[in-house]
């Protein structure tokens, strides 16, 4: 896994949950590779997520304009946070798009769906889950989820 998107990850996440009063948001993502097709992909994921159905999940084709704007909605959404928290979490949420971006290549397809039961997180105020073929041997997922 990107240590670095892992490290912006992580302080975003604990950041976000420092301020929330009732607000605690839940952030993950997953490199894998080798993997060139979508069945390569759900073997992996069931390896890392036991509790998930594969048979279950649903991921719609979506676009990377979509992709980055759930992206902006969920993460900059203000739910139950302390006044001026946002001052704090705006710099996170760049600079964790930078580094997402950095492993995204321009000839990915992305495909979205609800985050699976089996993903950590708990899902109230919203989620996602991103399923992106890289179209050079990788999948990623990312994902999150924003509960009370």
Request: some cysteine.
């Amino acid at each position: 896994m990107n240590s670095d998107i892992q490290e912006k990850l992580t302080k975003l996440q604990r950041t976000v949950n420092d301020f929330g009063y009732n607000y605690e948001i839940t952030l993950g993502f997953e490199e894998y590779s080798p993997c060139i097709t979508k069945e390569d992909f759900l073997i992996k994921l069931k390896a890392s997520y036991p509790e998930i159905k594969t048979e279950q999940l649903n991921f719609l084709p979506s676009t990377k304009k979509e992709f980055w704007q759930i992206i902006d909605t969920t993460l900059l959404y203000e739910g139950d946070l302390d006044p001026g928290s946002m001052d704090k979490i705006k710099p996170l949420v760049l600079e964790f798009k930078k580094a997402i971006s950095s492993v995204i290549p321009l000839s990915s397809e992305f495909h979205q769906g609800y985050l699976p039961k089996g993903v950590p997180g708990y899902p109230v105020w919203w989620d996602f889950s991103f399923m992106i073929d890289t179209k050079s041997g990788s999948y990623l997922f990312i994902y999150g989820s924003a509960s009370d």
